[in-house]
C-alpha cells in the first residue's frame, strides 16, 4: 500500500482491520496470488465498502483512471446465498477495459469466471440525492453487450459479502461491444442473452433476472453512488449486472455472448505455452 495516498479511512477501532485487510488484497494482487479471505479483519458491509474505498484512492494515487462502475450481486439466488437483500458495486479502470475480440494473456485475471451483461453508456451526470428511471433514460447516451471477467484475490472464490465487497466487488476486466444502441430501441428485461463457448451455451438468462430489469440495477447504483461520494459522471460505464450464471474459464477459451436488440460481443483467452516454449 502506498502509505502517501490520500485515504479517508473512517474513526475508530476498525481502523487497523481495515487496513489490514486492504494490504492482503493489495499483495494478492501485486504477487499474483490469491490470498485468504478477510472477513477475519472486516466483518460488514460498511467496513468492506472502506476497504474498497482505502483501495480505489490507492489506485488512483497511482494513475489508474476511473471510467466507470459495475454491479454484481444482482440475483436474488445469489443474495439469498450471501444473506443480503441488495446488490454491491465495484470500480472500473480504463486498464480493465479490453476490446471486443481481443486475446487476454495467461494469468492476467486470478481464478476468472465470466458473465454476460448490458453495458450503459452515460452522456450525463447522476448526481441527485434520489433518481428515476425518467433521470436515468435522459442520462444514458446508448447500451452494449458487455462480457465481464470477474476474479477474486481470495483463494478459491471462498467468499462472504464482506470478501467480494473489500475485494473491488470481484472485479477483473470487462469487454464491450462496438454497436450502441439507444435505449429506445430496447427492451432490456424481455432480452434473451446466450453465452457460448467455443460455440458450445454455458449459460442462458434475459433481462429480468437482473433485479427485474438491468435498468432497476443501473438506478440502485445511481443513489449508491451519490451516498457514497463518488457519484456517477457523462462518460461513465455501467456493468449492470449478470442475466445467467457465471461461468468459470480456463486457458484456450473462446466466449461469446448474444443478447437480443444488442448483438454480440467476443473475448479470448490465450492458450497456456510448455514450460520450455
Not at 6 to 27: K, M, N, S
Not at 168 to 185: C, E, H, I, K, M
Not at 196 to 215: I, K, M, N
Request: aromatic share 4%; proline share 6%; charged share 20%.
Amino acid at each position: 500500500m502506498n502509505k502517501n495516498a490520500t485515504t479517508t479511512e473512517p474513526p475508530g477501532p476498525g481502523t487497523a482491520g481495515i487496513r489490514a485487510a486492504a494490504d492482503r488484497l493489495l499483495r494478492a494482487h501485486t504477487e499474483g496470488s490469491p490470498c485468504a479471505p478477510v472477513r477475519d479483519l472486516v466483518t460488514d458491509a460498511a467496513s468492506a465498502y472502506a476497504v474498497q474505498d482505502l483501495l480505489t484512492e490507492h489506485w488512483l494515487d497511482q494513475g489508474r483512471r476511473l471510467t466507470g462502475r459495475k454491479i454484481g450481486l444482482t440475483s436474488a439466488a445469489v443474495q439469498t446465498q450471501l444473506g443480503v437483500d441488495a446488490p454491491d458495486f465495484g470500480m472500473l479502470y480504463a486498464d480493465m477495459a479490453i476490446p471486443d475480440g481481443a486475446e487476454i494473456p495467461v494469468g492476467a485475471v486470478q481464478q476468472p469466471r465470466a458473465e454476460a451483461e448490458v453495458a450503459l453508456v452515460l452522456e450525463a451526470d447522476l448526481d441527485r440525492d434520489r433518481h428515476t428511471i425518467a433521470d436515468l433514460l435522459r442520462a444514458t447516451a446508448f447500451a452494449l453487450p458487455a462480457i465481464e471477467i470477474c476474479g477474486s484475490r481470495v483463494q478459491d472464490w471462498d467468499i462472504t459479502l464482506a470478501d467480494t465487497v473489500a475485494d473491488n466487488a470481484s472485479s477483473g476486466l470487462y469487454v464491450l461491444g462496438n454497436r450502441p444502441v439507444t435505449l429506445d430501441r430496447l427492451d432490456l428485461r424481455l432480452a434473451g442473452m446466450v453465452l457460448e463457448r467455443r460455440g458450445d451455451q454455458v449459460s442462458t438468462g434475459t433481462g429480468a433476472a437482473c433485479l427485474g430489469h438491468p435498468l432497476n440495477a443501473a438506478l440502485w447504483l445511481a443513489d449508491a453512488m451519490v451516498r457514497v461520494g463518488r457519484p456517477l459522471r457523462a462518460g461513465d460505464t455501467v456493468l449492470t449486472g449478470a442475466l445467467g450464471p457465471m461461468i468459470p474459464v480456463a486457458p484456450g477459451d473462446v466466449l461469446e455472448a448474444r443478447i437480443d436488440g444488442l448483438g454480440d460481443v467476443r473475448v479470448a483467452f490465450a492458450a497456456e505455452t510448455g514450460r520450455g516454449a
